[in-house]
């Protein structure tokens, strides 16, 4: 056996995950809700270039991470799963924390008399899913999770250069091309398959140049600081052209997964967390994580919540030009990630895991 396969078998045997890699989930997922937080919120169409304050400037940067946050996540499956054998448990288990969010929050804003029941609404419960795929991370991911043994059966036909000529191949086309190219050029499947690679390749092979902690630090501190000034220097460009026709333009660099700054600033974040030392596993952070997923699909989960959340509950415009924004800004997604986790973890008890043990036991759902 050639050291390209020993290299493979090595990194598809069993491992455990430590809570380095779950206190990052936490904070990746409290990233994407401090994103969610301006752009979803009315709060980032209220940044007006022309006259730049305090608040507008915390605003640019505190919502900068949401796609950074998503390549970290699928950063984490590849990891992970290019060592594992595909579940249709776990499959199903996605499938069934879906669907259980997506019915019962429907229900609970119809029943509220929140949203109007209409057939359409009904037809895109329904379709919640294949709706979503090529849309939004939820559909795509899915997706993603189905093509996992066909990309780990790939992975393991390559050697390491044909690997690495693969990803730059990719990278051109999706990163090279989605940032430098004028137009927006995206495809979710795609780049989660690329970002699923990336993933695996640095569980295979890693990467020598940031296997010190001080080459960690460094590509971290440079790939934020150069994603950060270009938030500010496009905020000030605007404010000399004397406005913008679109606001959200100021995330150019980050404002889509496969742009280069978002998959600079993933890939050095995930990099150093993955190499944390937590010395023992902290069940209690453990715990916390389990219920990431399931925060997503609360607060994400429908135009009818965001405006519920953003709008009517913390009413999160009405702070864009008090001095307490930077507060209700933590104190809001620091509240919508608690409330959510503790939602997720009593579904996780109280019905995932009842309906899934008689699944074991009568169906097939044992593996």
């Given at each position: 056996?050639?050291?390209?396969?020993?290299?493979?078998?090595?990194?598809?045997?069993?491992?455990?995950?430590?809570?380095?890699?779950?206190?990052?989930r936490?904070?990746?997922?409290?990233?994407?809700?401090?994103?969610?937080?301006?752009?979803?919120?009315g709060?980032l169409?209220?940044?007006?270039?022309?006259?730049?304050?305090?608040?507008?400037?915390?605003l640019?940067?505190y919502?900068?991470?949401?796609?950074?946050?998503?390549?970290?996540?699928?950063?984490?499956?590849?990891?992970?799963m290019?060592?594992?054998?595909?579940?249709?448990r776990?499959?199903?288990?996605l499938?069934?924390?879906?669907?259980?969010?997506a019915?019962?929050?429907?229900?609970i804003?119809?029943?509220?008399?929140?949203?109007?029941?209409?057939?359409?609404?009904?037809f895109?419960?329904?379709?919640?899913?294949?709706?979503d795929?090529?849309?939004g991370?939820?559909?795509?991911?899915?997706?993603?999770?189905?093509?996992?043994p066909?990309?780990?059966?790939?992975?393991?036909?390559l050697?390491?250069?044909?690997?690495?000529?693969?990803?730059?191949?990719?990278l051109?086309?999706?990163t090279g091309?989605?940032?430098?190219?004028?137009?927006?050029?995206?495809?979710y499947?795609?780049?989660?398959?690329?970002?699923?690679l990336?993933?695996?390749?640095?569980?295979?092979?890693?990467?020598p140049?940031?296997s010190?902690?001080?080459?960690?630090?460094?590509?971290?501190?440079?790939?934020h600081?150069?994603?950060?000034?270009?938030?500010?220097?496009?905020?000030?460009?605007?404010?000399?052209?004397?406005?913008?026709?679109?606001?959200?333009?100021?995330?150019?660099?980050?404002?889509?997964?496969?742009?280069?700054?978002?998959?600079?600033?993933?890939?050095?974040?995930?990099?150093?967390?993955?190499?944390?030392?937590?010395?023992?596993?902290?069940?209690?952070?453990?715990?916390?994580?389990?219920?990431?997923?399931?925060?997503?699909?609360?607060?994400g989960?429908?135009?009818?919540?965001r405006?519920?959340?953003?709008?009517?509950?913390?009413?999160?415009?009405?702070?864009?030009?008090?001095?307490?924004l930077?507060?209700?800004?933590?104190?809001?997604?620091?509240?919508?990630?608690?409330?959510?986790?503790?939602?997720?973890?009593?579904?996780?008890?109280?019905?995932?895991?009842?309906?899934?043990?008689?699944?074991?036991?009568?169906?097939?759902?044992?593996?």
């Amino acid at each position: 056996m050639n050291y390209e396969a020993t290299k493979i078998e090595q990194a598809i045997s069993p491992t455990v995950r430590n809570s380095n890699l779950e206190l990052f989930r936490i904070l990746l997922m409290l990233m994407i809700i401090a994103h969610h937080y301006v752009v979803n919120s009315g709060l980032l169409a209220c940044i007006n270039p022309t006259g730049i304050t305090k608040n507008s400037l915390f605003l640019s940067l505190y919502g900068w991470g949401g796609k950074t946050g998503i390549n970290c996540f699928i950063l984490i499956t590849g990891y992970f799963m290019c060592q594992k054998e595909f579940s249709w448990r776990k499959f199903f288990k996605l499938v069934f924390e879906v669907y259980f969010y997506a019915i019962t929050i429907y229900l609970i804003f119809i029943l509220t008399g929140y949203e109007t029941f209409s057939l359409s609404g009904i037809f895109y419960l329904i379709l919640y899913i294949p709706a979503d795929v090529g849309r939004g991370f939820v559909g795509s991911f899915i997706c993603l999770y189905l093509l996992i043994p066909f990309i780990n059966k790939m992975i393991q036909g390559l050697n390491k250069k044909e690997y690495q000529h693969l990803l730059i191949i990719l990278l051109i086309i999706f990163t090279g091309i989605g940032t430098f190219i004028p137009g927006r050029f995206y495809e979710y499947i795609g780049w989660y398959t690329t970002v699923y690679l990336i993933g695996g390749y640095i569980r295979i092979y890693g990467i020598p140049w940031l296997s010190s902690l001080k080459g960690r630090s460094f590509f971290l501190v440079l790939s934020h600081g150069v994603a950060f000034a270009s938030i500010v220097f496009i905020l000030y460009y605007y404010k000399l052209k004397g406005g913008a026709t679109n606001i959200e333009n100021i995330y150019y660099f980050v404002n889509d997964s496969n742009k280069l700054f978002a998959v600079l600033c993933s890939v050095s974040l995930f990099v150093l967390f993955k190499d944390i030392n937590t010395k023992k596993t902290n069940i209690y952070i453990n715990k916390v994580a389990t219920a990431t997923f399931g925060v997503l699909l609360i607060h994400g989960n429908s135009d009818a919540m965001r405006r519920f959340l953003w709008y009517d509950l913390l009413n999160n415009d009405s702070y864009y030009g008090s001095q307490y924004l930077w507060l209700h800004a933590i104190l809001s997604v620091m509240g919508v990630y608690t409330v959510c986790v503790i939602i997720d973890l009593l579904r996780i008890r109280l019905i995932e895991r009842p309906f899934f043990r008689f699944l074991d036991k009568n169906l097939f759902l044992n593996k």
